[in-house]
T-cell receptor, first 112, second 113 residues
C-alpha cells in the first residue's frame, strides 16, 4: 500500500514555463515533507522541505505548497530550465528526524 | 567537505551468496540510513543507525542487516541473495539539522544472477 503517491510518471515542459509536480499521501501522521531531485547514476539531492505547520515554502525558483486537508503537496519550479531535467521524488516523514517514505518519482523534461 | 562515499559502486553476485556494502558518511554526521531502489517498488527505507545503534527499521526480511562503527561508517549485509534483491542501494548521511541536512551517496548497484 503506497503511502506516498506521485501519479504522473513523467512531465514535459517548455523552458521558461512553470513546472508543477504533484504528490499525494495517505498517512495523516506525516508532518514533514521533502522534495528530492535525482540524476542518473547519482543519489537523490535535497531540494526543499515543508513542515505541516506551514502551507507554503519558497527557495529561489522552487516553491512547495501543502494542502493538509487534501493530503496533497506540489512543487512549483519557475522558470523551468533545461538543467532541471531529472527525476523528482516526493518524500514524507513523521518529524524532521524520522525515516523517509518516498513516492515513485516523476521524470521532468524541460525542453529548450 | 567530502560527500557520502559508497563502495563498491557495482557488484554482481549469484543467488544464494551474501554481500556486504559499505558507506562512509560525511565527517561529523552520526546518522546513516540505507535505502533500496528498484523500478517496481521505488525507494524503500531499510534501516537507520545512530551512534552504533539501530534506531529505525523498515519492512525488510531478516536477511538484510546492518551495523555502524564508532567512526560512523556503516555496512549493510544481505545474506542468501535472491534475484529480487537486485537494486540500487543508497546510503544517506544525516547531520544535526535532521532531514534537511541529509545527503545521499551515489549508491551501489547490485545485480543478482
Amino acid at each position: 500500500d503506497q503511502q506516498v503517491k506521485q501519479n504522473s510518471p513523467s512531465l514535459s515542459v517548455q523552458e521558461g514555463r512553470i513546472s508543477i509536480l504533484n504528490c499525494d499521501y495517505t498517512n495523516s501522521m506525516f508532518d514533514y515533507f521533502l522534495w528530492y531531485k535525482k540524476y542518473p547514476a547519482e543519489g537523490p539531492t535535497f531540494l526543499i522541505s515543508i513542515s505541516s505547520i506551514k502551507d507554503k515554502n519558497e527557495d529561489g525558483r522552487f516553491t512547495v505548497f501543502l494542502n493538509k486537508s487534501a493530503k496533497h503537496l506540489s512543487l512549483h519550479i519557475v522558470p523551468s530550465q533545461p538543467g532541471d531535467s531529472a527525476v523528482y521524488f516526493c518524500a514524507a516523514s513523521t518529524g524532521s528526524q524520522g525515516n523517509l517514505i518516498f513516492g515513485k518519482g516523476t521524470k521532468l523534461s524541460v525542453k529548450p | 567537505k567530502a560527500g557520502v562515499t559508497q563502495t563498491p559502486r557495482y557488484l554482481i553476485k549469484t543467488r544464494g551468496q551474501q554481500v556486504t556494502l559499505s558507506c562512509s558518511p560525511i565527517s561529523g554526521h552520526r546518522s546513516v540510513s540505507w535505502y533500496q531502489q528498484t523500478p517496481g517498488q521505488g525507494l524503500q527505507f531499510l534501516f537507520e543507525y545512530f551512534s552504533e545503534t539501530q534506531r529505525n527499521k523498515g519492512n525488510f526480511p531478516g536477511r538484510f542487516s546492518g551495523r555502524q562503527f564508532s567512526n560512523s561508517r556503516s555496512e549493510m549485509n544481505v545474506s542468501t541473495l535472491e534475484l529480487g534483491d537486485s537494486a540500487l542501494y543508497l546510503c544517506a548521511s544525516t547531520g544535526g539539522q535532521g532531514l534537511d541536512e541529509q545527503y545521499f551517496g551515489p549508491g551501489t548497484r547490485l545485480t543478482v544472477t
